[in-house]
């Protein structure tokens, strides 16, 4: 079969993809709810839905790519640590609208060659607007992609999940104005509280 081919070779580079991981750990861990059940570093993570306030709860989720331009504005600035915070905001504020508490949340990080210390960077920010939403960062993909995407290159996208008290779900059946106003009076109230810490 002749030589083999490692990861390296393809461009792949394993060890700063674990050491990008020990970077993150406490990052992550900084953001834990009591109902996580598992750390960082395996393929999956556990979440303990039934253990909290909620006793009648209904799921959301919201899933959003972040949007290139604001990535190319933090390469040409050099600064990683605030598109995170953003990411996290898009998808706890649809779930917010909804009346549902934000429970957990995962990140997608590919990039075309990594470097471990932007990527940490980058989780600084992820983390930071997990903590301001009370949301739990439990896992997520760092892919590097040489070939598809130019070194330097990164892409994000996130996943959150909330849960909401049947009881206390906003679904817009009680609202007399129209959907729009509906829509935008409770994104800012969902805003003031997810980021105000409350």
């Known amino acids: 079969m002749g030589d083999s ?19 993150i750990k406490p990052l992550a861990r900084k953001t834990f709810r009591p109902e ?4 960082l570093g395996g393929f999956g993570a556990l979440f303990a839905l039934g253990s909290g306030e909620i006793q009648t709860p209904y799921a ?8 290139v331009p604001k990535l190319i504005i933090a390469r ?13 905001a898009m998808c706890v504020n649809d779930i917010a609208v909804l009346g549902a508490e934000p429970l957990f949340f995962l990140d997608y990080f590919a990039t075309g060659s990594l470097k471990a210390e ?6 600084v920010g992820i983390a930071k607007g997990c903590e301001l939403a ?12 040489p070939g598809m995407m130019n070194a330097g290159e990164y892409e994000l996208a996130g996943f959150s999940v909330g849960a909401v008290d049947r009881d206390r779900l906003v679904d ?3 609202i007399q104005t129209g ?13 003031q509280r997810v980021f105000a810490g409350t």
């Open 134 to 145: 009370g949301c739990s960062l439990i896992g997520g993909e760092t892919a590097e992609l």
């Open 118 to 123: 932007e990527g940490e960077q980058v989780v």
């Open 60 to 67: 959301g989720q919201r899933h959003r790519w972040r949007w």
């Open 5 to 23: 081919i490692t990861y390296k070779d393809a461009g792949v580079d394993i060890d700063e993809g674990e050491r990008m991981v020990d970077l």
């Open 36 to 39: 996580v059940r598992t750390d």
């Open 76 to 88: 040409e600035a050099n600064r990683h640590d605030t598109v995170g915070i953003d990411l996290v």
């Open 172 to 174: 817009g059946r009680d």
């Open 179 to 191: 959907r729009r106003d509906y829509r935008l009076g409770c994104l800012g109230r969902a805003q």
